[in-house]
């Protein structure tokens, strides 16, 4: 069991930046594969960015380049920079965990484990 809790969300005008965190509890948590995942109104919730165990990154091509996630495993923690954001960067987004067959993977589904979410809000 693997137990997320996201922070860092907020307001933010269109250029700036904000830097979420997601702590975990639980073990093993250095072999899990981390997610990030938003959702706006009306909308499904969509990838956002991966990180393997051995630190391999991905992420969706509307945030590349002004995404980085990043993981502490001594601290448990994973962190999503994000930079330059725009309006449409406005959403809940979601810290999520799965094991090693599913890494990587872009479909939420896949993700085993959720946090609660945390409002990242972007002005114009």
């Known amino acids: 069991q693997v137990q997320l809790v996201e922070s860092g969300g907020g307001l933010v005008q269109a250029g700036g930046s904000l830097r979420l965190s997601c702590a975990a509890s639980?073990?093993?948590?250095?072999?899990?594969?981390m997610g990030w995942f938003r959702q706006a109104p009306g909308k499904e919730r969509e990838f956002v960015a991966a990180?393997?165990?051995?630190?391999?990154?991905y992420y969706a091509d509307s945030v590349k380049g002004r995404f980085t996630i990043s993981r502490d495993n001594a601290k448990n923690t994973v962190y999503l920079q994000m930079n330059r954001l725009k309006p449409e960067d406005t959403a809940v987004y979601y810290c999520?965990?799965?094991?090693?067959?599913?890494?990587?993977?872009?479909?939420?589904?896949?993700?085993?484990?959720w946090g609660q979410g945390t409002q990242v809000t972007v002005s114009s």
């Open positions: 990180i393997t165990w051995s630190d391999s990154t």
């Open positions: 999520a965990a799965t094991t090693a067959l599913y890494c990587t993977s872009r479909y939420h589904g896949d993700y085993t484990y």
């Open positions: 639980g073990r093993s948590f250095s072999s899990y594969c």
